[in-house]
């Protein structure tokens, strides 16, 4: 009863056990993963994978940090991999400005045309937004994303950004940063959003929830995640996984 609407499961921290992981995920209810391609290399393992394992669907795209990468020729290569059966979504693209490479000018443009992309074969986005909410909202805005429909993972911003990105028509995604102490405005932000705009995810292998903060994520803890937000709603953790899981089903059109 469970979708994990953001994971990297082709991540080399997986190498060793990702069969046995998997069925683990399978017995712990683990329904749905949407596997998210990151650049050119992970896209096409994202596309392989997705034929391998029934329980997963993929998403394809490069993220802002691997925005170099975008030209002609990986762009219709990215054409090819989205018309593939279970591809999902195009991402994750957006925006990253917490590390200094690549510049604004190589990012912008590796979105817009991923934007334009997922109009072109009819597929909602998975954005990356990181200290740079301005111009994520500007672009997104500017260009119409809203039209793909789409969601904003791993919220990072306040409450008024996510007003702002729900009224365009993006879903919000939540994952183990809600379970942190300290994460005063992503719980704010859970509160205001509506329930059947929440989105659950890992980013797994990263941001693992409390009491696993520092090791590697998995899907199978999505259950602290869920419970933190049916803590937050006044809800059941039943009503949590059923509303996220027609959520997810809705935006990635399974
Ligand atoms: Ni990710």
Not at 17 to 25: T, V, W
Not at 30 to 41: P, R
Not at 179 to 206: G, H, Q, S
């Amino acid at each position: 009863m469970i979708f994990d609407t953001h994971a990297h499961y082709d991540d080399e921290a997986f190498a060793e056990d990702r069969e046995s992981l998997f069925e683990q995920m399978k017995e712990a209810g683990i329904d749905f993963v949407v596997n998210i391609g990151a650049n050119m290399a992970s896209s096409r393992e994202t596309v392989s994978m997705c034929e391998k394992y029934p329980f997963m669907y993929g998403a394809v795209g490069v993220h802002p940090s691997d925005s170099q990468e975008m030209n002609d020729i990986t762009l219709k290569e990215l054409k090819e991999l989205a018309m593939k059966d279970k591809i999902v979504a195009i991402g994750e693209i957006g925006l990253d400005y917490y590390w200094p490479e690549p510049a604004h000018e190589i990012q912008k443009p590796a979105l817009e045309t991923q934007i334009a992309l997922a109009k072109e074969v009819n597929l909602p986005i998975v954005v990356h937004s990181r200290d740079a909410a301005k111009d994520t909202q500007d672009m997104l805005s500017a260009l119409k994303a809203g039209d793909c429909g789409g969601v904003i993972h791993c919220f990072s911003y306040g409450k008024e950004m996510a007003r702002e990105f729900l009224n365009m028509g993006f879903y919000i995604g939540v994952g183990g940063v809600v379970t942190f102490k300290n994460a005063k405005k992503l719980k704010e932000v859970v509160e205001y959003t509506p329930m059947d705009r929440i989105l659950l995810e890992t980013d797994c292998p990263y941001l693992a929830p409390t009491p696993y903060r520092g090791k590697r994520n998995s899907s199978l803890y999505l259950p602290y995640v869920a419970e933190e937000i049916a803590q937050i709603k006044g809800i059941s953790y039943e009503e949590v996984l059923k509303i996220t899981m027609e959520n997810a089903k809705k935006m990635y059109r399974i």
